[in-house]
């Protein structure tokens, strides 16, 4: 693990280009979000699921609110949006739905944390601080999978 004050002049070093580019991962990460939500609370079957599926066409909007914020971020910073998804995982099996949603969360989560901090670094809070609004957000959708899988919520870490 590098020392704080590496992680600090890492992060100095990060510019408003690399933000925007970031940002458009993150924004593809949403579309994927987007879509998976959109998909999977339409398919998940089963009295099991039910309450969880209800809740993901909730979350289908709110990564939606996520993209328009992030696609706002971009503009100003004088990028322009992505307008590609990632690819979006489907099974047949309920519980592999859950986790493949689950490990994008993580993956969300892992990305923003770290989105924030170059945000910071670039003295843009407002954008930091919607980041975190944000995170708030997909913090709550990975323990809410996660108690659908009747686990724990893992920590997602953040990302390098």
Same mark, same amino acid.
């Given at each position: ?13 990060? /510019? ?6 970031? $940002?458009?991962? @993150? +924004?593809?990460? #949403?579309?994927?979000? %987007?879509?998976? =939500? ?51 995982? /489907? ?6 739905? $859950?986790?493949? @949603? +689950?490990?994008? #969360?993580?993956?969300? %989560?892992?990305? =923003? ?48």
């Amino acid at each position: 693990m590098p020392h704080p004050a590496e992680a600090k002049e890492k992060e100095a070093k990060f /510019t408003r280009k690399q933000l925007i580019e970031a $940002l458009n991962e @993150d +924004l593809s990460r #949403e579309y994927q979000a %987007i879509i998976t =939500y959109v998909n999977y609370s339409q398919v998940l079957k089963g009295a099991a699921y039910m309450n969880i599926a209800d809740e993901l066409a909730v979350h289908a909007g709110e990564e939606l609110q996520h993209a328009l914020k992030v696609a706002s971020h971009i503009d100003y910073l004088g990028g322009m949006p992505s307008v590609t998804p990632k690819p979006v995982k /489907t099974s047949e099996k309920a519980e592999d739905m $859950l986790r493949f @949603d +689950l490990d994008n #969360e993580k993956e969300t %989560i892992r990305h =923003y944390r770290r989105r924030v901090r170059q945000a910071d670094a670039l003295n843009e809070y407002a954008i930091a601080e919607s980041l975190r609004g944000i995170l708030v957000d997909e913090q709550d959708h990975l323990i809410a999978l996660a108690t659908a899988l009747g686990i724990d919520a893992p920590d997602p870490g953040i990302a390098d």
